[in-house]
């Protein structure tokens, strides 16, 4: 064990257990102990509840505490989600139409932030099986899974003259639809991650399983519940022709069992544009000044 006093000064806390106080502190932890763990490991009395107190009045940590709560508050609120969708009579399986009207799609699917699988019917079939071939894509982009905006890359040009929307759902013409291309070698996989806008994917070739974990196990996707409870999972399977929405927030993984094909769209049929989670990773907001 480390000494608790610091070397420079027989008073201070060292560095390390300065900033395990801190650590315990911003995570909740009583004071009483933390200063009953301090006199565990010889600080007296006296000192370790200065110590305690010290930390507790750094404008620092009352600073990083307000971020704390607020990060808590939510993560209660997604649990709050997460508890009701297990007790109810949630489907273990994402829904299928083999027709859906768009009106429906957007009231029940899109707006209420759920997957949905719509048959080929919504698609009128999808694009020309031949002008979209396995063999002819992978001549075209090589063995690596890649995702390309269709109207950004000059070797799609053939393709995307043949693009065929379904119409209703996303927006026309066909570049305001924001199409890209999915092009994924067999046996290829690829494991969870976030879908930070709306998207609708529609397979053209080859079959595409995909698992959805819905946007309230944010945590568990995180590795943070404290019951070491594993996200809840969606099993999806598409066949050439279906469209799958994987609605913003929740997160995906694929696995292709053999050579696959496929369009996403981002722009949708609907007044306002589609809606995005912010980049976590960009700049922040400034809080309002104190007083």
């Not at 620092?60 to 969708?85: N, P, S």
């Not at 040009?157 to 759902?169: E, F, I, K, N, V």
């Not at 070739?205 to 959805?212: C, I, N």
Request: glycine share 8%; aromatic share 8%; with cysteine.
């Amino acid at each position: 064990m480390t000494d608790v006093v610091s070397r420079d000064s027989r008073r201070a806390l060292a560095p390390e257990w300065r900033q395990w106080l801190v650590e315990n502190l911003l995570r909740g932890t009583a004071p009483e102990d933390l200063v009953a763990e301090l006199m565990g490991a010889g600080v007296p009395e006296a000192r370790a509840r200065e110590a305690v107190a010290v930390e507790q009045a750094e404008p620092h940590l009352q600073g990083a505490l307000r971020a704390v709560q607020r990060q808590r508050k939510l993560e209660g609120l997604l649990d709050v989600y997460a508890d009701l969708h297990r007790q109810g009579a949630s489907p273990a399986q994402v829904a299928r139409h083999a027709s859906l009207s768009p009106e429906a799609f957007f009231a029940r699917y899109y707006f209420q932030n759920l997957p949905v699988v719509l048959g080929p019917e919504a698609w009128a079939g999808g694009p020309s099986a031949s002008a979209w071939a396995v063999e002819q894509v992978a001549e075209l982009l090589g063995s690596d899974s890649v995702c390309l905006p269709l109207f950004e890359d000059a070797r799609l040009a053939s393709l995307r003259d043949t693009l065929t929307l379904p119409r209703g759902y996303v927006a026309d013409p066909a570049r305001a639809s924001e199409p890209k291309l999915w092009w994924t070698p067999g046996g290829a996989e690829a494991p969870l991650r976030v879908s930070r806008h709306n998207l609708l994917l529609g397979q053209v070739q080859g079959r595409l399983e995909l698992s959805l974990v819905p946007a309230f196990e944010w945590m568990r996707v995180q590795g943070a519940d404290p019951e070491g409870r594993a996200p809840f999972r969606l099993e999806v399977a598409l066949a050439p022709g279906e469209l799958l929405l994987i609605p913003v927030g929740w997160w995906y993984a694929l696995h292709a069992p053999g050579a696959c094909v496929g369009i996403s769209f981002e722009g949708f049929a609907t007044p306002a544009r589609n809606v995005r989670w912010a980049d976590l990773d960009g700049e922040p907001e400034l809080t309002p000044f104190p007083g």
